[in-house]
């Protein structure tokens, strides 16, 4: 594909319940990172990968969230017994090469509204 | 208190009018200036970014970084209602790529540009 897709677009889970978001980056891109996007407020980091490797998650808000990337290519985010607060927009965006600056693009999101 | 500020507005403006938005800072290791906009339910998408102080223009669009005062802006010139969405500021201590590049965001200034 031409960019960085993500699914599903839209999840409703109900408190307790465990979801699996997903991401497809640009093929060939080494870096692929996780963001969280409240309502109102610039998207923040949760996570970053680099090829299969799992370089920071520094920003993951608490152990019941895990994300993976086994090939290096498609990650899942996953969050376990969701909360109200889990409620967000999750971005994934990818980046590669070794240039002076590179881009990082980001998919359409995945809005999850835990009832 | 967040290591990116930003003014969450909301901003409205006359189709035509220079608009001015700005970020401030606290962490001196950034390097990487970036602006991003956004537009209702797409994810974010790259203006322009700038390497260490300086100012860049591209068409109606000029950024400018001054890391001694920790502040940056966006100027965007004779604005169209096609320039309605949320800019967010980004920066990052690193290229990006194969040498990371994690993006702290600003919290988003929404603009609407009115005909």
């Known amino acids: 594909g031409a960019g960085v897709s993500q699914s599903p677009r839209y999840k409703v889970a109900k408190r307790g319940q465990d979801v699996a978001l997903r991401c497809d980056p640009i093929?060939?891109?080494?870096?692929l990172f996780w963001y969280q996007q409240a309502l109102g407020q610039g998207p923040e980091f949760l996570t970053y990968?680099?090829?299969?490797?799992?370089?920071?998650k520094s920003g993951l808000p608490s152990d019941r969230f895990f994300a993976e990337r086994p090939e290096g290519s498609v990650s899942t985010l996953k969050i376990q017994r969701t909360q109200q607060e889990d409620s967000a927009v999750y971005l994934c965006?990818?980046?590669?090469?070794?240039?002076?600056?590179?881009?990082?693009?980001f998919g359409p999101g995945t809005r999850l509204t835990v009832l | 208190q967040k290591e990116v500020e930003q003014d969450p507005g909301p901003l409205s403006v006359p189709e035509g009018a220079i608009v001015s938005l700005n970020c401030t800072y606290s962490?001196?290791?950034?390097?990487?200036f970036m602006w991003y906009r956004q537009y209702s339910r797409k994810g974010p998408e790259l203006l322009m970014y700038?390497?260490?102080?300086g100012n860049k223009e591209d068409g109606r669009f000029t950024a400018q970084v001054d890391k001694s005062s920790k502040y940056i802006s966006l100027f965007i010139r004779d604005s169209q209602p096609s320039d309605s969405a949320t800019y967010l500021c980004?920066?990052?201590?690193?290229?990006?790529?194969?040498?990371?590049?994690?993006?702290?965001f600003g919290q988003g200034t929404i603009l609407t540009v009115h005909p």
């Open positions: 965006a990818s980046s590669g090469g070794a240039s002076s600056y590179n881009e990082q693009f």
């Open positions: 093929s060939g891109h080494v870096s």
């Open positions: 990968f680099q090829n299969e490797a799992q370089l920071d």
């Open positions: 962490n001196s290791a950034f390097q990487y």
């Open positions: 700038t390497y260490s102080s």
């Open positions: 980004a920066m990052s201590v690193n290229a990006g790529g194969t040498s990371y590049g994690k993006l702290t």
